[in-house]
């Protein structure tokens, strides 16, 4: 049984993420790819995900962000 939030966050972290929609924060962008802030992160991560490279990103910009077979694509900016 479930006890606590973080023994909740704990478990959900280990199950495979299914193919969705989410919003991040872009934490910065150049050639290789963008880092996201996700929510509840303070920072971004080192990994870089591939964008619509028909969008100009910038560094603090909230993002639409599909997520599919363990990775995510940057879609477009929101607001």
């Known amino acids: 049984m479930i006890e606590t939030y973080a023994e909740a966050q704990l478990l959900e972290a280990q199950e495979p993420r299914a193919a969705g929609w989410m919003l991040a924060t872009?934490?910065?962008v150049d050639a290789s790819g963008?880092?996201?802030i996700f929510p509840g992160q303070t920072e971004a991560g080192t990994k870089?995900?591939?964008s619509n490279t028909a969008?100009?990103?910038t560094a603090?910009?909230?993002?639409?962000?599909?997520?599919d077979s363990g990775?995510?694509?940057v879609v477009c900016p929101v607001g």
Request: proline share 0%.
């Open 26 to 28: 872009v934490g910065a």
């Open 34 to 36: 963008i880092t996201l």
């Open 48 to 50: 870089k995900y591939k």
């Open 55 to 57: 969008i100009t990103f």
């Open 60 to 67: 603090g910009q909230r993002v639409l962000v599909a997520r």
């Open 71 to 73: 990775t995510c694509i």
